[in-house]
């Protein structure tokens, strides 16, 4: 049997005990995760926010304040996974979705918002000439990858190991049994040599290539800038075509990545923040390819959806994106997030801690790991059970992100919340440094 290494007898023992406080600090969100179990299978109705041993109960959001069951309070880092760019009730959100409240939901018919919040898209995001429509992200993928199988003919579609592109495109770890049924080649993340390989027995057959700019789930992994245009490269010489999801990174700069790395894909898919903090997917890109949707034409591909121009998602998200999130505004958020990304990195290198903040902009990851991170491999050899005991540390210090290590801003944050979080990663650093070993 293999003895521990003694820092790690330490660190569990470290998380036993952290954890042990985070449930005496809950009682009452442990009794609503009772309750839930009663009726949701594990108290969950979404995956991604469950956390062991049990879950907190949000009950009222402000600004880029979060307050729990039991009434603690916390800056919010997190702005549900990048959707809550605009913080919690926004005066600007809210007076839309009170417009909309006003004159009335759900008329089975067009809107007159609904036009111009695509052309605020597509002028915004600089591959999409005509946008679409949908309710998740996970449906702007799925109508994209199915009309490039339509449009090419072929059957495969090229993704990498640790995309996740929504609840049917889940490739995190060993990927998922209820993936759409399509015939996915899985490629290596930033090692196009690799993905060549993948790909070289089956050119003919290739649809679509479907990646994200950077990685957001599988821990803010940023593409290098040659993998994205070796991609490019590769779409233009098989004929396949290259979907970027966007649904998390479009909120990097003014124009998504693509904007930034000058790498144009065919489709692009939109989701999170783009709908204001509704339910909002979209999926847009070149005309010639996006008019195969005209209804007008004969054989027009079918795409309905009852609520994909639905008055309040419209409304609050086309003021997001034309009045709240403005060009200079994305720009100047993402500043924000590239220093503090740069203030926490240069704090754990002070404390000499194997431990580094990955990601772009607004978006960043923690990793308990000091090596290189370019693909989900290289993040997964990072130690787990420290960042499980960074979690409760800092969500002991009132500092809300997820489990799995990422931190999403939002633009109600101000300086002294990015010191604030400074503060907490400092504390962490000192009280825990002896766990590094
Ligand atoms: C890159 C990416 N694509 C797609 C999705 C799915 O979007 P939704 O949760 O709206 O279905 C997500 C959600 O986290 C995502 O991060």
């Keep these: 049997m293999n003895t521990p290494h003694p820092a790690n007898i330490d660190i569990r023992a470290a998380l036993a005990e952290a954890e042990e406080r985070y449930r005496e600090r809950n009682p009452l969100s442990l009794a609503q995760h009772r309750e839930a179990c009663t009726a949701m299978p594990g108290g969950n109705t979404r995956s991604a926010i469950h956390v062991d041993p049990f879950p907190l109960t949000i009950v009222r959001g402000e600004g880029a304040r979060l307050w729990d069951l039991d009434g603690h309070e916390y800056v919010d880092f997190l702005s549900e996974f990048t959707a809550g760019i605009y913080g919690h009730s926004h005066p600007a959100i809210r007076s839309a979705i009170q417009g909309a409240l006003d004159e009335g939901l ?79 080649l899985l490629g290596r993340y930033n090692d196009f040599a690799a993905v060549e390989t993948v790909v070289r027995p089956h050119r003919e057959a290739l649809a679509a290539i479907l990646v994200e ?34 649904v998390m990174t479009s909120r990097l700069a003014p124009g998504g990545l693509q904007e930034v790395h000058g790498v144009l894909p065919d489709l692009t898919t939109l989701g999170k923040y783009v709908g204001g903090g509704m339910s909002f997917g ?63 990195n240069d704090l754990v290198r002070r404390h000499g801690l194997a431990m580094r903040f990955t990601g772009l902009g607004s978006m960043l990851a923690v990793h308990m790991t000091d090596a290189a991170i ?34 999403a801003m939002s633009t109600a944050l101000g300086e002294d919340d990015a010191d604030k979080l400074v503060e907490a990663v400092e504390e962490f650093a000192q009280t825990r440094a002896r766990l590094f070993g």
């Design 374 to 407: 370019g693909c989900q491999e290289d993040a997964e050899k990072g130690n787990a059970e420290l960042r499980d005991l960074f979690y409760f540390d800092l969500i002991g210090r009132g500092i809300w992100f997820a489990k799995r290590g990422m931190f």
């Design 106 to 184: 759900n008329f089975g018919a067009r809107n007159t918002i609904e036009a111009r919040f695509a052309a605020a898209i597509c002028e915004r995001f600089p591959s999409i000439e005509l946008v679409r429509f949908t309710n998740s992200g996970t449906e702007a993928n799925l109508m994209a990858v199915s009309a490039a199988r339509a449009i090419t003919g072929r059957p495969k579609i090229l993704v990498f190991t640790g995309g996740y592109h929504g609840g049917v495109f889940y490739f995190r770890g060993h990927g998922s049994p209820l993936n759409a049924p399509f015939e996915f």
């Design 282 to 344: 979209a999926f847009g890109g070149r005309a010639d390819l996006m008019e195969r949707f005209d209804p007008r034409r004969p054989d027009a591909f079918q795409h309905a959806g009852t609520f994909n121009n639905n008055v309040l998602t419209m409304r609050a998200g086309l003021v997001g994106l034309t009045q709240i999130y403005t060009p200079e505004r994305a720009s100047a958020l993402n500043a924000s997030g590239d220093d503090l990304r740069g203030r926490l």
């Design 213 to 246: 700019p950077m990685q957001g789930t599988t821990g803010c992994i940023p593409a290098e800038r040659s993998f994205l245009t070796g991609l490019r490269a590769l779409a233009n010489e098989t004929g396949a075509l290259l979907i970027f999801d966007e």
